[in-house]
């Protein structure tokens, strides 16, 4: 066995090395993590999507009849040129909010085969940009029906619903999107001293 400065000395480097092989491992994975979240679109967004009215569907429906209309929904916004679907208010958009329940469930004297065959929806739209509304800004409302077998047909009318508060409240998003430029300030008179 060494003298006892020569171990300590072996185990100093010891420690020095496992220090130095944990902090390049550290600093590895760091790396790995920041690379990992430059290489992924952020929420989802491709080329051009900028250019697309941010929707936001926000579903409320435990029914099947519901959920499958509100999922078809958000599928036809996703494949859609004219906007794309937001899992939360951003920048500035339309907001469409479900609320569905099952039309016949529980209901006294029905039969229980008409259970999951059709939805009550009610739907809110509003407008919203965060950083220039005190929050969302209610548009439209309407309370309907959807049977099992016209989800695809309802949604596509919901959609068609939302091109048409995108036209009507087209110059207020072009003004969010462009702010007015602050005017230039008025020029002063300077007196001029009459002698």
Not at 58 to 84: A, Q
Not at 112 to 123: D, F, I, P, Q, W
Request: aromatic fraction near 8%.
């Amino acid at each position: 066995m060494g003298t006892p400065g020569t171990s300590l000395h072996l185990e100093s480097n010891q420690n020095l090395n496992s220090k130095i092989a944990l902090s390049t491992k550290f600093a590895f994975s760091i790396a790995l993590l920041v690379l990992s979240i430059i290489a992924l679109p952020r929420e989802g967004r491709s080329a051009g999507d900028e250019s697309r009215l941010s929707v936001f569907a926000d579903c409320h429906c435990s029914d099947p009849v519901g959920l499958d209309f509100c999922n078809d929904f958000k599928s036809k916004v996703k494949d859609s040129t004219s906007y794309r679907l937001v899992e939360h208010p951003d920048a500035y958009g339309i907001g469409v909010h479900f609320w569905c329940l099952d039309l016949w469930n529980g209901l006294p004297g029905i039969d229980k085969e008409l259970t999951g065959t059709m939805s009550a929806v009610s739907v809110a739209f509003t407008i919203y940009a965060p950083d220039q509304l005190p929050g969302e800004v209610y548009e439209d409302s309407s309370v309907f029906r959807v049977g099992k077998d016209a989800a695809n047909e309802m949604s596509g009318r919901i959609l068609t619903a939302v091109r048409q508060l995108a036209t009507a409240n087209k110059s207020a998003f072009d003004k969010i999107r462009n702010p007015p430029k602050a005017a230039a300030p008025m020029p002063t008179a300077t007196p001029l001293v009459i002698q």
